[in-house]
Structure formats: structure tokens, C-alpha cells
């Protein structure tokens, strides 16, 4: 006799400040009750996006710091639960799930959502050849792969041999609702007026380019402001690159904020500088408070999300001079911030795609 509802088990290794934690705790927010039982599974149980999960989720904290160490009780606790479904997300994880398939047997549904374009990840391991070989053994073992963007999807067939039925593109979800409510929580004016702000959101590692973003501003008029929102590794090479250039007056570091929405709201250009991306979310954020993105043309999703004058401009990637040119042509371009906030709700609303989550999960058990 077939259950009324799928217990699905989602499986992170912290609720820590990144996309892939944000888009978790988004599809537990909004995933159908009738249909589904949610479930988290942990290495740890801490992050600011702990206190985002429902309170009717159970969450199962495994204690460690590390997926190796933890790897035994992983399987014993999900061949003690009996999902439905195993729902993973971020990179070795994914990998971890696919050599644990044959362990937990065919009545339990492996779904691996991929968060970032592997064989450039792969690129920057020290193990690449390693990791690149367990990808194309193993991958094609899951029950779906969940690719961000068209582009990764290309990267995981082109590199790994990933069958390509096996892979659904489905797009990062926005909560446009609760992004427009927080915008306006803040009822002052952040930024000083007769500047052009500039806002740029992410981990301070290499991969989110703030040195090329840093190096760009120096090429553009005084009147240009930044503020950086975000923690991370490189904080204080970056720190040191902007006393180099002189723009310590014309670049403020923000921190970690748990609620950086009124910020997106209040810039005139959002700025996104990564030299990849699977598909970003703070472009979408950025967009929902009505405000237009300048990206690189990276590889990954962001070139899918940016329609030239409608919601942003791209420039060339890895460009810093590229990138000065675009913020000055976004700074005397005319916005219209609904025509900016209805494109991505049109495309990325949250429930928009979290029943196309539903409808994947649906098929997998029919």
C-alpha cells in the first residue's frame, strides 16, 4: 500500500551563510506538507541559517567536522530513517551519496543537487585527477542529478559523460515575498546621496573576484562608491590591495549581515564579479529589491539570468577595465526597477520553482 506523503531527507554539511544552505532552508520553508515530509540531515548543526528552518523539520546533527568522519554513521542513520529520498547538495557530498547508492539499496531515491561548475572546482583540487575519474564512474549512478543552469548541465555531460536524461535544469529559487519585506525593514537611508553606490555581496575567497572588483573601481570617477557585504579568507589581501590603490575613502567592507536586502535596495547598481558561478542567487536577490546587476560573463548560469538593459549588463570576464566601462554605462542607463522585479518573479519566484522540485521528486517514485 503506497504511503500518502514522501519523506524526502535533505542532507547539507552546515546551515553556514552560502547559496546552496540559502536555497535548502528556502525548499523546506515552502515544500507541500500533504504531499511531503521533510527531513535535514547535518555534519553540524550551526549556521545563520539554522533559525530559517520550520520548526515541524526534525534535524539530525551528526557531530562532525568532517564528511569522512562521519561517513559510517551517515549511512547507518539513513538506512535507519528509510527515506524516500536522499536530497544532497554541494559538491563531495554529492560524490559521497553516489558511492553510497549500492549501501542503501534501489527503494531509497538519490537526488544530487549540483551547486557549482565541477570541472572547474575540480580544476582548482589537488586531487583533480582523482576526483575528475570518481565523477565519471560514479555520477551516472544517481537517481537525478539537479543542474542550476544549461551551462552546467553542458559541463556535467561534456566532462563526466553524465547522461544527459539524468540531469534537470532547474533554476535557484527567490522568495520575492519575504526579499521585499525585509528591503524596506530598515527605515533609514543607507547610502549618501549624489554618489553612484555600488554593492557587491559574497565569500572573500578568489572565486568571487573582489581583487578584479577592487582594481575596477580605481578606473572609474570619484563619485563611485562600493560597499562589500560578506566574510571570508582574502579579507585582509583585499584590504591591502585597496590601501594600495589608494581608494579607502571609495570602498567599505560591511561584514557578514544576516539581512543585507535594504542594502540591495537602497545601490544603484548591484555588482557581481565572480570568475564562475553555477547560478547565482544574490543576482536574483539584487533583481527582486528592483535593482539592476552588472556581472562578469563567467562561466556558469549568470549569463542565463541577465537580459542586457532589462535587468543588468555583462562585461567581459576577468576584465577589470571591461567591468569600469559597464558600471559607467549601468550608472547613466535608465532603470525601471518593477520591470526588474516582474522579470524575476516571472522566472524564479519560490513556489514557481519549488514545484518543479515537487514534480522531479513526483517522477522519481512513480
Excluded at 557531530?63 to 559510517?72: P, V
Excluded at 535557484?172 to 525593514?185: L, Y
Aim: net charge neutral.
Amino acid at each position: 500500500m503506497k504511503k500518502n506523503k514522501t519523506t524526502v531527507l535533505f542532507a547539507l554539511p552546515s546551515l553556514q551563510g552560502g547559496g546552496s544552505e540559502r536555497v535548502i532552508s528556502i525548499l523546506l520553508q515552502h515544500l507541500d506538507r500533504q504531499k511531503f515530509i521533510p527531513m535535514l540531515i547535518v555534519l553540524q548543526k550551526e549556521g545563520p541559517y539554522l533559525k530559517d528552518i520550520p520548526s515541524d523539520v526534525e534535524i539530525i546533527d551528526l557531530r562532525s567536522k568532517r564528511l569522512r568522519d562521519a561517513l559510517f554513521t551517515l549511512v547507518k542513520t539513513i538506512k535507519t530513517l528509510k527515506p524516500d529520498i536522499v536530497f544532497s547538495t554541494l559538491g563531495h557530498l554529492n560524490l559521497y551519496m553516489a558511492l553510497i547508492k549500492p549501501i542503501l539499496g534501489e527503494h531509497i531515491k538519490l537526488i544530487a543537487r549540483e551547486s557549482s561548475i565541477v570541472s572547474i572546482r575540480n580544476r582548482n583540487n589537488r586531487y583533480t585527477f582523482l576526483f575528475d575519474r570518481l565523477y565519471r564512474i560514479f555520477y551516472n549512478k544517481l537517481d537525478k542529478i539537479v543542474a542550476q543552469s544549461h551551462y552546467m548541465k553542458k559541463d556535467l555531460c561534456n566532462h563526466y559523460h553524465t547522461h544527459t536524461h539524468n540531469i534537470t535544469v532547474i533554476n535557484n529559487p527567490v522568495d520575492t515575498q519575504n526579499i521585499q519585506q525585509k528591503m524596506i525593514a530598515e527605515n533609514k537611508q543607507i547610502f549618501k546621496p549624489n554618489r553612484v553606490n555600488l554593492l557587491a555581496v559574497g565569500r572573500l575567497n578568489a572565486v568571487k573576484g573582489f581583487d578584479l572588483l577592487i582594481t575596477s573601481i580605481a578606473d572609474i570617477p570619484e563619485n563611485y562608491h562600493l560597499t562589500i557585504i560578506g566574510e571570508g579568507e582574502e579579507k585582509e589581501e583585499l584590504l591591502a590591495l585597496v590601501e594600495k590603490l589608494d581608494l579607502a575613502h571609495r570602498i567599505h567592507f560591511a561584514g557578514f549581515l544576516s539581512n543585507p536586502f535594504p542594502y540591495m535596495h537602497q545601490a544603484d547598481i548591484f555588482v557581481l564579479s565572480s570568475r564562475y558561478e553555477g547560478f547565482p542567487n544574490v543576482v536574483l536577490e539584487a533583481n527582486a529589491c528592483g535593482t539592476p546587476v552588472v556581472a562578469f560573463a563567467c562561466p556558469g548560469g549568470t549569463a542565463e539570468i541577465i537580459e542586457e538593459g532589462i535587468n543588468g549588463f555583462l562585461a567581459t570576464c576577468e576584465d577589470p577595465k571591461a567591468l569600469a566601462e559597464t558600471l559607467k554605462k549601468a550608472a547613466s542607463h535608465t532603470w525601471n526597477s518593477e520591470k526588474i522585479m516582474e522579470h524575476v518573479v516571472s522566472r524564479y519566484d519560490v513556489n514557481k520553482i519549488t514545484r518543479e522540485y515537487e514534480t522531479l521528486m513526483e517522477g522519481l517514485l512513480t
